[in-house]
Nanobody, 122 residues
Framework: QVQLVESGGGSVQAGGSLRLSCAASGRTFSLYAMGWFRQAPGKEREFVATISSGRTTYYADSVKGRFTISRDSAKNTVYLQMNSLKPEDTAVYYC????????????????WGQGTQVTVSS
């Protein structure tokens, strides 16, 4: 059974940084693309970033230059380093796994974590 467990969320002031982690188990982690999505209150879940098995990355325009996605296959973990955080980054952040690379929409991802809350105050 595939499990994805996020951690690292919290509260931070605008301009601050957080690093989210997502620990994966139950499938050969290195073979699959991983993505981060987020959902703010009253809004739809949206794409944030994705990284392929070959470490090709792709970002939403809203986070490009501020967020960095990376992966450590030895630890079966994907990270999201978030810098220069803004109040509009406040959301529940989810990691997800996909058999396909460079996908930015939800249907392409077949396993999801439970989410971790990120709150950015002004």
């Amino acid at each position: 059974q595939v499990q994805l467990v996020e951690s690292g969320g919290g509260s931070v002031q605008a301009g601050g940084s957080l690093r989210l982690s997502c620990a994966a188990s139950g499938r050969t982690f290195s073979l699959y693309a991983m993505g981060w999505f987020r959902q703010a209150p009253g809004k739809e879940r949206e794409f944030v970033a994705t990284i392929s098995s070959g470490r090709t990355t792709y970002y939403a325009d809203s986070v490009k230059g501020r967020f960095t996605i990376s992966r450590d296959s030895a630890k079966n973990t994907v990270y999201l380093q978030m810098n220069s955080l803004k109040p509009e980054d406040t959301a529940v952040y989810y990691c997800a796994s996909s058999r396909f690379s460079e996908r930015t929409t939800i249907p392409w991802y077949d396993y999801w974590g439970q989410g971790t809350q990120v709150t950015v105050s002004s």
